[in-house]
């Protein structure tokens, strides 16, 4: 349970239960203050995780707080001193808590709570940006456009003397005045400059609310839109929305995106030009022509980075179906339209198909940001936002808050998550072209546990006979997610003690075995039941080949990201048996000569 507050750092996102104990420390920093209030925060959290995950969607802060702590005074029924010193330390911690802002329970919708913080962040730095470059061109531009003013040709007429100079009037012969001043130099360029300044300060003036009056221009697939239970108006309050069929997401997109980066071209184009005057670089025979010519390609990544996004909603299972073409198009075409795709919830054990990967897809087209992964970490996940929208590139994020498959509310929605994590479900990465020439220094796998292994292992302790334990290393594979969290259940048979044998191995031992080697065994995975016996479950063909499949993707993802790269590992091997080689060469050379 995250809590967004405005003003806290890491993208304004703060753990409930760190909260807590630092405004309980601000109030009460002595070890003996605050005692019964701080021996009472689990509690409290607990009853503010209670809350959200009943209603499975953002809280405002302010009467979340207030709720929380009507209710642990009804469950705590102290008494007597002992209440008021806690009630009045509780009136202590509400006021130490910030009123302001959301608490985000982890949920389905965590992912897009997350979005929502990201652009008001973003929102705030574009329009501070652009207002400190306007600080700083704004006035002298005023002041340039007055001088200029006096170089036009009626500048020097009588009336335009008296109105400047109204304060001479009773001593100053504006008529003679007007006949003895010389021409300030070819009146149409003095024109020309005077209108191209005009218009660029007109731009100006209006250039914050047309590049930062909104934090984001949304285009949601319709079966998106319809599937989701989320607040999009609340949540996203700084945002427009365009709601099209599913077959439209990305012309649509690609449209508003020609339009808005229009707009915002004349903006920045005042600015250029704004600047170059200033540093009188301008020279209307060249520069005309360019700026003629100035659109969204000419931007330089600072200048992107000021407009307004435009992203794209869609589930992943159509984004791999129908949409597939439109998909590749988009990101080919270079357009840094910023794509959103989750996957649809309880998808996992539809079918037992090859499945296609939406990251690696998009990774194959080599110019665009692409982040994978849970909404496990909320800092890691706004890092990749801010990665991924900064700059002239595409990007694409595949995210995913609860697992795909089970009860996803709660706790169980983040220890299914977890489980999709461990399992190479869903495994993190992360691509940035942005990160250099070499191919592998734009990858990063990320939120994943023992990245260097083919699955992650767990210490298992269990009770042998009566009064023994044992302790065995248990890798935690796809077939174990599939089991948590209740998947493809009729691909798992409990196998009697009386039937266990050295033949029914492990299955990420089996796993390792060539085909001739396997076709005599069986897999398992261990498995306990409500009274935490164990079990042996006998994983089925079908779902040993699913669970192949994605430790190939695991690999697939470890090779890119320098994680036992093949050819490196080779290399490596060759060179330890030339220098072995070498080794006794020397010695049977130095045993030759003794």
């Not at 709601?243 to 990305?250: A, N």
């Not at 994020?397 to 998550?417: E, I, Q, W």
């Amino acid at each position: 349970t995250y809590a967004k507050m405005p003003d806290f750092p890491a993208g304004g996102y703060q753990t409930v239960g760190t909260l807590l104990k630092e405004a309980a420390r601000t109030i009460a920093p002595g070890e003996e203050e605050g005692a019964v209030l701080k021996a009472n925060l689990p509690r409290l959290e607990r009853i503010i995780r209670l809350k959200l995950s009943v209603a499975g969607e953002a809280f405002k802060a302010g009467p979340l707080w207030e709720d929380a702590a009507q209710e642990i005074q009804k469950e705590l029924q102290l008494k007597g001193v002992e209440a008021l010193v806690f009630s009045g330390d509780l009136n202590k911690l509400q006021k130490q808590l910030p009123v302001g802002g959301m608490v985000v329970p982890f949920a389905q919708n965590t992912p897009l709570n997350l979005l929502a913080a990201f652009l008001e962040e973003n929102q705030r730095n574009r329009t501070e940006q652009l207002r400190n470059q306007l600080k700083r061109v704004l006035p002298a531009l005023r002041d340039l456009i007055a001088i200029e003013k006096q170089k036009l040709p009626d500048a020097k007429e009588a009336g335009q003397l008296k109105q400047g100079l109204d304060f001479a009037g009773s001593f100053v012969n504006f008529e003679a005045l007007a006949e003895v001043l010389p021409d300030t130099g070819p009146a149409d360029l003095s024109k020309s400059r005077f209108q191209r300044l005009e218009q660029v300060l007109l731009a100006l003036e209006g250039a914050e609310s047309s590049l930062c009056g909104k934090s984001g221009q949304m285009v949601l697939s319709r079966t998106f839109h319809e599937k989701s239970v989320f607040n999009w108006g609340q949540q996203f309050e700084a945002a427009v929305f365009k709601v099209v069929e599913p077959e439209d997401v990305f012309a649509t997109a690609a449209a508003w995106f020609d339009e808005t980066m229009a707009e915002a071209a004349q903006t920045l184009k005042a600015l250029r030009i704004a600047q170059l005057e200033l540093e009188n670089h301008y020279q209307a025979d060249l520069h005309d022509d360019w700026f003629g010519h100035f659109n969204w390609k000419m931007f330089s990544d600072e200048e992107m980075t000021l407009c307004t996004p435009v992203i794209l909603f869609l589930e992943a299972e159509g984004l791999m179906g129908s949409s597939l073409q439109a998909f590749s198009q988009c990101l080919a075409s270079n357009i840094p339209v910023k794509i959103v795709a989750l996957p649809e919830q309880g998808n996992a054990g539809k079918g037992l198909a090859y499945r296609p990967e939406p990251a690696a897809l998009a990774i194959a087209h080599r110019n665009a940001y692409v982040l994978q992964t849970a909404a496990l970490d909320p800092f890691a996940l706004l890092d990749g936002f801010r990665d991924g929208f900064v700059g002239n590139m595409p990007a694409f994020f595949y995210l995913t808050s609860a697992g795909v498959a089970g009860d996803n509310t709660g706790d169980k929605g983040y220890l299914n998550t977890l489980a999709a994590v461990a399992g190479r479900e869903f495994s993190g990465v992360s691509y940035h072209p942005g990160k250099g020439p070499n191919w592998g220094s734009r990858f990063s796998l990320v939120q994943n546990p023992e990245p260097e292994s083919d699955w992650p292992t767990h210490s298992m302790e269990y009770k042998t006979g009566k009064t023994g334990t044992a302790t065995e290393a248990i890798a935690f594979t796809y077939a174990d997610y599939a089991c948590a969290v209740g998947a493809f259940a009729s691909h798992f048979h409990l196998v009697p003690p009386r039937f266990w044998h050295a033949d029914l191995i492990p299955l990420a031992q089996f796993l390792t075995l060539s085909s001739k080697e396997s076709a005599s065994r069986a897999p398992f995975i261990w498995i306990a039941d409500q009274d935490n016996r164990l079990h042996k479950a006998a994983v089925a063909w079908p779902l040993v080949e699913i669970v192949r499949q994605r430790l190939d993707f695991w690999k697939y993802l470890q090779e890119n990201a320098g994680v036992h790269s093949y050819h490196a590992e080779r290399a490596v091997e060759k060179k330890v048996k030339e220098l072995e080689s070498d080794f006794q060469k020397r010695l049977a050379q130095v045993k030759s000569e003794q």
